[in-house]
């Protein structure tokens, strides 16, 4: 069973930083499709970034050009550096792992963290 472990989470002053960070234990980050996701109380699950095998990125506009997703193979580890915080990022963080069925393709099943809790006080 696969399994990831989400960290770095914590409470920054709005315009901080944060870098999350996943590892990933049982599956190689470098054969999967990784993403993070976030929810914030009161809201649906929304995708946040993902990556690729082969290394392709897609953002939700709401964190383009502020958020960067990347992963390390040598450590199994995916990454979310976050700039530029706000408050309404406040939202508990999930990492998501799913088959590589191609470069840019991907497919059930999924596995998913226990989260990561963003804070980003006004």
């Known amino acids: 069973q696969v399994q990831l472990v989400e960290s770095g989470g914590g409470s920054v002053e709005n315009g901080g930083s944060l870098r999350l960070s996943c590892e990933v234990s049982r599956a190689s980050v470098s054969n999967y499709c990784m993403a993070w996701f976030r929810q914030a109380p009161g809201k649906e699950r929304e995708r946040v970034a993902q990556?690729?095998?082969?290394?392709?990125?897609t953002y939700a506009d709401s964190v383009k050009g502020r958020f960067t997703i990347s992963k390390d193979n040598a450590k199994n580890t995916l990454y979310l550096q976050m700039s530029s915080l706000k408050p309404e990022d406040n939202a508990m963080y999930y990492c998501?792992?799913?088959?590589?069925?191609?470069?840019?393709?991907?497919?059930?099943?999924?596995?998913w963290g226990q989260g990561t809790q963003v804070t980003v006080s006004s």
């Open positions: 990556v690729f095998r082969d290394g392709m990125t």
């Open positions: 998501r792992a799913l088959s590589a069925t191609g470069d840019n393709s991907c497919s059930l099943p999924d596995y």
